[in-house]
């Protein structure tokens, strides 16, 4: 009986498997592989391609009517129009 010897295949070159930045949910960056196998596994755990967008705070509506001005006190009959062209 003749004995078959397993062949032994090369790994690939850690050198030469793309490597992309990556950002996690909190906006830290990190390298890592970025081929067919791993690409899909890091996005599918919450990486992304591109870093996260800074939250943009609301701005208050500006104030309509008869009232005081909420940033200089005064009395105005229009506190809107007031705010657009005093501010």
Do not use: W
């Amino acid at each position: 009986m003749v004995e078959q010897i397993p062949t032994v295949k090369p790994l690939p070159n850690m050198k030469d498997i793309p490597r992309r930045i990556f950002y996690k949910p909190n906006g830290e960056a990190v390298e890592l592989l970025a081929d067919g196998y791993h690409l899909p596994r890091y996005l599918a755990r919450g990486f992304t391609l591109e870093p996260p967008r800074p939250q943009v705070e609301m701005q208050q509506p500006i104030p309509k009517g008869n009232g005081l001005c909420p940033i200089c006190g005064k009395q105005c009959k229009n506190v809107g129009m007031h705010i657009k062209a005093s501010h």
